[in-house]
């Protein structure tokens, strides 16, 4: 597989785009978005049985739609007192229609009676591309860190404001974009499937 001329971010979530756009932003590619109006975007429910299942439905049903090859991924937060929960819900934790705040607030709950030695977690992401005819290829990193009860910082998005990386004393949602990037689950994903496609 290589670089092609186009790809297509299979994402409707804005943070994320700016993510993938500032962590890809070396890819000899034109990124086609949800944002530019370029003809009908899938709407595809995260239906698959693990995060590479979900990229793929979303990544397939993107490059079959518009006839280039599109990137997605999958990603999640997985807390060790909570059995690695909320996992490939994460994004859905409160609810079908939960906003990031309302996640935010019911993973705090879920954790407030954890002390803090044993709020361990990661972040974990799968980065895939696919081709129209269904050529694939992928990539999944981690991100260890731990939770802290009260968020902090104004970046980032999701769970960033309690999530803090090991070796680091902010949250992810007080480092500046490209520090988070560096570090990032989604930023090793998105380096290594770069690699894998070069």
């Given amino acids: 597989?290589?670089?092609?001329?186009?790809?297509?971010?299979?994402?409707?979530?804005?943070?994320?785009?700016r993510e993938i756009l500032a962590i890809c932003a070396d890819w000899p590619v034109e990124w086609i978005t949800a944002n530019d109006g370029s003809g009908e975007w899938p709407d595809v429910e995260e239906t698959g049985a693990s995060y590479l299942e979900n990229a793929s439905l979303k990544a397939v049903a993107v490059a079959e739609t518009l006839?280039?090859?599109?990137?997605?991924?999958?990603?999640?937060?997985?807390?060790?007192?909570?059995g690695g929960e909320p996992g490939?819900?994460?994004?859905?934790?409160?609810?079908?229609?939960?906003?990031?705040?309302?996640?935010?607030?019911k993973?705090?709950?879920?954790?407030?009676?954890?002390?803090?030695?044993?709020?361990?977690?990661?972040?974990?992401?799968?980065?895939?591309?696919?081709?129209?005819?269904?050529?694939?290829?992928?990539?999944?990193?981690?991100?260890?860190?731990?939770?802290?009860?009260?968020?902090?910082?104004?970046?980032?998005?999701?769970?960033d404001p309690i999530f803090v990386t090991d070796g680091e004393t902010r949250t992810m949602a007080e480092l500046s974009p490209e520090e988070k990037d560096l570090i990032s689950h989604r930023g090793r994903a998105f380096r290594s499937l770069r690699d894998r496609i070069r």
């Fill in 88 to 105: 490939m819900r994460s994004a859905r934790y409160a609810g079908a229609d939960a906003t990031d705040r309302e996640n935010l607030r």
């Fill in 1 to 17: 597989m290589t670089f092609p001329d186009r790809i297509a971010i299979a994402s409707r979530n804005p943070g994320k785009i």
């Fill in 67 to 82: 006839g280039i090859p599109a990137i997605a991924d999958d990603s999640g937060i997985e807390v060790d007192a909570l």
């Fill in 107 to 159: 993973l705090i709950d879920a954790i407030a009676d954890v002390p803090g030695s044993q709020r361990t977690a990661r972040y974990r992401c799968v980065a895939l591309m696919v081709t129209p005819d269904g050529a694939s290829t992928s990539a999944e990193a981690t991100c260890e860190g731990s939770l802290i009860g009260e968020p902090r910082g104004q970046n980032g998005f999701g769970y």
